[in-house]
């Protein structure tokens, strides 16, 4: 696998203490994830992939191809992988780099920003995304819980379980089953309509207008219009209003303008 490591069950137990759960991280449906600090020293995330019949090996192997040819400071880096089938379960595990600050999910709902670092994080992500679809990947589960942050508190995208990657002569494609999150997914992949990078862009929309305003965008959302500093202040999203400034308030308009016509 070109530019990853192959590690052996050893070295990644010894990273990780035998994957005590002490070093576990997080945990989704189909993965653990623990933090484990490798023989030269360096932090990784070895995530823990659970196969069933939800979750095939065969998307293991497709998480793999498509982590490994993806190089973007707002893109997850994969540094190797672990196959061994060798003990009583077969055991498939991915080493990335790791992310020390949490994820966008944890950040929105307990910190305060002033909105020149709000901002970076909208513009990261939207530049993670932007690359992903220059490399004909819909990556199809955008969402605050799979955005990261590095030590500089840049966005970072992961998990590439449930991407899609394109021919170079597609532009969507007929998506036979629900993937993704609830809130977050494009109206088209619920009606069973073809979907295209479109899909994603309706999910980083949702996610911006919940950066703003602290809530999501549904049909039934009656989002205020931000024309003051005393209606910023009143929103209860990722940047701090108390730090906002009038010259800001036109900048943060335009990403809200943008956040509805995303979606």
Same mark, same amino acid.
């Given at each position: ?32 994830? +623990? ?21 095939? =090996?065969?998307?293991?192997? !497709? &998480? ?7 190089? !973007? ?7 190797? +992988?672990?196959? *061994? ?6 055991? +498939?595990?991915?080493?990335? =780099?790791?992310?020390?600050? #949490? ?26 995304? !932007? ?7 819909? +990556? ?8 990261? %942050? *590095? ?6 995208? @992961?998990? %590439? ?10 532009? =969507?494609?007929? /998506?036979?089953?629900?993937? #993704? ?6 109206? =088209? ?20 207008? &919940? ?9 039934? /959302? *009656? ?5 003051? @500093? &005393? ?23 335009? /990403? ?5 016509? /995303?979606?």
């Amino acid at each position: 696998m070109t530019g990853a490591t192959q590690f052996s069950l050893s070295q990644l137990k010894a990273a990780t203490n035998d994957f005590s759960g002490d070093n576990v991280v997080g945990s989704g449906g189909f993965s653990v994830v +623990y933090k484990g600090v490798l023989r030269n020293g360096l932090d990784v995330a070895i995530k823990k992939l659970l196969i069933s019949d939800d979750f095939p =090996e065969r998307r293991v192997h !497709h &998480e793999l191809n498509v982590g490994a040819k993806l190089q !973007h400071k707002n893109i997850v880096k994969l540094l190797g +992988y672990c196959f *061994d089938n060798k003990e009583d379960e077969r055991l +498939y595990l991915l080493v990335q =780099e790791y992310m020390p600050n #949490g994820s966008l999910g944890r950040v929105i709902n307990a910190s305060r920003l002033d909105w020149p670092s709000c901002f970076k994080i909208i513009q990261g992500i939207a530049q993670g995304l !932007h690359y992903l679809h220059e490399q004909h990947v819909l +990556y199809m589960d955008l969402k605050p819980a799979n955005i990261l %942050f *590095d030590s500089k508190m840049n966005p970072v995208i @992961i998990d %590439f379980g449930l991407s899609i990657v394109l021919d170079d002569d597609d532009d =969507e494609i007929t /998506c036979d089953s629900i993937a #993704g999150t609830m809130g977050y997914i494009a109206p =088209e992949k619920i009606t069973g309509a073809k979907i295209s990078m479109k899909s994603d862009v309706f999910s980083f929309g949702v996610i911006l207008i &919940e950066i703003i305003t602290g809530r999501r965008v549904t049909p039934s /959302c *009656d989002l205020p219009a931000l024309s003051s @500093i &005393e209606m910023i202040r009143a929103m209860k999203g990722l940047f701090d209003p108390a730090q906002v400034k009038d010259s800001q308030v036109m900048e943060i308009n335009k /990403c809200m303008k943008l956040g509805l016509m /995303c979606t």
